[in-house]
T-cell receptor, first 113, second 113 residues
């Protein structure tokens, strides 16, 4: 079945450090890929998405590129801020099956001043 | 403002009691979903509905029930058969189209007394 694996946390960085959170997936066909962010006590917010190979999703300084050859969708940001502290979820949605969205376990990021 | 609302924010259940979590959306989305989130884990699908008066079981439907009498509402009942109900419950909705993004509510935290 379809699945997502993302790097375990927690991740602790200093402000202005470079961030990478790894995400790999297993899926049949050509899924869409997503990164969601969850702030404490809140629901998930869409951060970015990509719907086909080589697409780059970007938002608020975060980027991720859909790499079909390595089945990866790693999240990056060049300079993190304290306000980026949250839990980040990688997810995939299988083509033609909107109800089959699979989430990774989440990676907790803490950014220290 | 369009969005998804969930109530209450916190809910306490006594042993043997059924409780109902509310989810309402005014995004005119056809599909709605319920997920369960446990600490340090990703989201697991409980139930989903793509049209009014129809819904399907997800991966962990046992001990839960839903209804979809109106397009904008998708309440979840946690029954006494659910022996480990303590979790964070998230409702989501999406347009009924392939690979469309799911939009999440703020969540309800259910605790057992």
């Amino acid at each position: 079945g379809n699945s997502v694996t993302q790097m375990e946390g927690p991740v602790t960085l200093s402000e202005e450090a470079f961030l990478t959170i790894n995400c790999t997936y297993t899926a049949t066909g050509y899924p869409s890929l997503f990164w969601y962010v969850q702030y404490p006590g809140e629901g998930l917010q869409l951060l970015l998405k990509a719907t086909k190979a080589d697409d780059k999703g970007s938002n608020k300084g975060f980027e991720a590129t859909y790499r079909k050859e390595t089945t990866s969708f790693h999240l990056e940001k060049g300079s993190v801020q304290v306000s980026d502290s949250a839990v980040y979820f990688c997810a995939l949605s299988a083509r033609g099956n909107n109800n089959d969205m699979r989430f990774g376990a989440g990676t907790r990021l803490t950014v220290k001043p | 403002d369009g969005g998804i609302t969930q109530s209450p924010k916190y809910l306490f259940r006594k042993e043997g009691q059924n409780v109902t979590l509310s989810c309402e959306q005014n995004l005119n989305h056809d599909a709605m979903y319920w997920y369960r989130q446990d600490p340090g884990q990703g989201l697991r699908l409980i139930y989903y509905s793509q049209i009014v008066n129809d819904f399907q079981k997800g991966d962990i439907a046992e001990g839960y029930s839903v209804s979809r009498e109106k397009k904008e509402s998708f309440p979840l009942t946690v029954t006494s058969a659910q022996k480990n109900p303590t979790a964070f419950y998230l409702c989501a909705s999406s347009p009924l189209a392939r690979q469309e993004t799911q939009y999440f509510g703020p969540g309800t935290r259910l605790l057992v007394l």
